[in-house]
């Protein structure tokens, strides 16, 4: 593995900051509704990682069987994100961000029942100090609990398809792999959109097609700078970066989001000190984990590979 240089550690720190960043687009996008959202965002990745693919001449195919599974993770990610930008909404972008926090732990609980290992105990007591930070955000925040338990749920989400695409990352290229999830993300939303509309008969055009030249851009920034480019960097500088500390970087992402969007919505982000404390317990439980684990042998998929987590935002 090539010694990463400084411009390295900062062009992680970069796509972090972008993937934070989302959720504020997510804002600026009202009224257009989530699921509409996600079905354009998930529409212009796919054609662009499409592009991405052709320009380097990576091959498209992948076994059948695999193709369909990549699709159903598709929709899965298409329903984490609907969630994802509906928390935002339901509450503001800090709970949003501080529900997702939790992800990294979701996965400790998930991947035990999922791929058949032993459950640690390290992660039983991290749930535990999770449960309490998100105690002290429900006591101080109890009008927004209905945004930050669809911010869990978004989270736990987050943490399922990760473990799955787990496996998928020992037998395809993650480019590929992006590809035909984003490709399934688009048909699920099509379903998640008309399911929308058909409980929803007051929608208006607002709510479903973008009209302004600012909607437009932030679903471009959300495709093409949070999905393409992001994602297609991080996995490049994956071959500079140890997976655990790719990993305990990705784990800032709340961090810098929250900041971003006090910046930029002032009062309104604006929280109090009981959701701080809460959060910064959270993200203590959360950025401790991979020192506390490291200890332990290392978690190996099926096949032998160390395990990488790719987690599209």
């Excluded at 909404?89 to 997702?100: D, E, I, K, Q, Y």
């Excluded at 640690?120 to 007591?125: A, K, N, P, S, T």
């Excluded at 009008?143 to 989400?157: E, F, N, Q």
Aim: charged share 10%; proline share 4%; hydrophobic share 55%.
């Amino acid at each position: 593995m090539k010694s990463p240089a400084l411009s390295d550690y900062l062009h992680l720190h970069f796509i972090v900051l972008i993937w934070g960043f989302t959720a504020i687009l997510g804002k600026f996008l009202e009224p257009l509704s989530s699921p509409a959202v996600v079905l354009f965002r998930t529409g212009l990745a796919a054609g662009g990682l499409a592009l991405v693919l052709y320009v380097k001449q990576k091959p498209f195919a992948v076994s059948p069987a695999d193709r369909w599974r990549l699709l159903a993770t598709g929709s899965l990610i298409a329903l984490h994100w609907i969630l994802f930008f509906a928390a935002a909404r339901l509450a503001n972008v800090s709970v949003c961000l501080a529900g997702m926090a939790t992800s990294s732990l979701w996965a400790s609980l998930l991947e035990p029942l999922i791929l058949k290992r032993r459950v640690q105990v390290i992660d039983v007591l991290l749930g535990a100090v999770v449960m309490a930070g998100l105690y002290l955000i429900f006591r101080f925040e109890f009008d927004k609990i209905a945004g930050l338990i669809t911010a869990i749920l978004a989270a736990m989400l987050a943490s399922l398809f990760t473990i799955i695409n787990s496996r998928f990352s020992q037998r395809h290229d993650a480019l590929v792999i992006s590809f035909y999830e984003m490709a399934g993300a688009f048909v699920g939303c099509i379903a998640f959109v008309g399911l929308y509309i058909s409980t929803n008969p007051t929608l208006v055009s607002t709510d479903l097609l973008p009209q302004t030249g600012v909607q437009w851009l932030c679903l471009a920034l959300l495709a093409f700078v949070c999905t393409v480019y992001a994602h297609t960097a991080a996995v490049g500088l994956l071959r500079k970066f140890s997976p655990y500390l790719a990993i305990l970087t990705v784990n800032l992402e709340p961090v810098y989001g929250i900041i971003l969007a006090v910046l930029i919505f002032g009062n309104a982000e604006r929280m109090t000190a009981g959701f701080y404390i809460g959060t910064l317990v959270i993200l203590a439980a959360v950025i401790s984990y991979p020192f506390l684990s490291r200890q332990r042998p290392t978690t190996t998929t099926p096949t032998g590979g160390d395990l990488e987590i790719d987690l599209p935002k």
